[in-house]
């Protein structure tokens, strides 16, 4: 196959003219098919970055899902640590005028941790050695309370985590449901 351009043109009273020739030869340099097929298949990589993209997101998002998830439980764990710490210090502050310790150590717990439900925080305190006591009102035990005797406060805080709808518990629940705990004892000198 022979293609032929011929081109004329005048510009300022010159005259030109040019033959430009393509020659191609179909026979020699032709593709086989089967190099055609690969190269229509595999040789383009335009779209391969979209793709690898498309594939990892659902997984990079899952982890840093799974991140910020485990981060909230953590800071729930650290603000249950702290606040119950601050309730043993404030029961051993107050144990010989308090007149219901599990009331005071409770709401030393909740202005400690504002960020934690304090109806889900579970209390339970063992005073001067002697049978522990749950609950958040524990009027009438405070004659347990003897100087010079540790006290220890136990708290216990419910953490659900989900990720993405996934439960990390189980194929039967939505949420993997974890007890946070936090314990501290305090002794008076």
Do not use: W
Not at 1 to 9: A, G
Not at 17 to 32: D, L, Y
Not at 71 to 85: C, E, H, K, M, R
Not at 127 to 140: A, E, F, K, L, Y
């Amino acid at each position: 196959m022979k293609i032929v351009l011929n081109r004329s043109s005048r510009a300022l009273g010159a005259s030109f003219k040019s033959k430009h020739t393509i020659a191609h030869n179909s026979g020699a340099e032709s593709r086989s098919i089967l190099k055609r097929i690969r190269a229509a298949c595999f040789g383009r990589e335009e779209g391969n970055a979209l793709v690898e993209f498309a594939l990892t997101l659902p997984i990079l998002m899952a982890v840093l899902v799974a991140i910020f998830e485990f981060g909230i439980a953590f800071n729930n764990q650290l603000q249950l640590t702290q606040a119950v710490g601050s309730g043993a210090q404030y029961l051993q502050t107050i144990r010989t005028s308090t007149t219901d310790p599990c009331k005071d150590t409770m709401t030393a717990i909740e202005n400690s941790a504002p960020n934690l439900v304090a109806a889900n925080i579970k209390l339970t305190l063992t005073m001067s050695g002697n049978t522990p006591v749950s609950g958040s009102s524990c009027s009438g035990d405070e004659s347990q309370l003897t100087s010079g005797q540790p006290t220890t406060v136990y708290a216990t805080y419910p953490c659900n985590i989900t990720i993405f709808g996934i439960s990390l518990g189980g194929l039967n629940t939505r949420t993997f449901n974890c007890n946070l705990t936090a314990q501290v004892t305090e002794y008076e000198y």
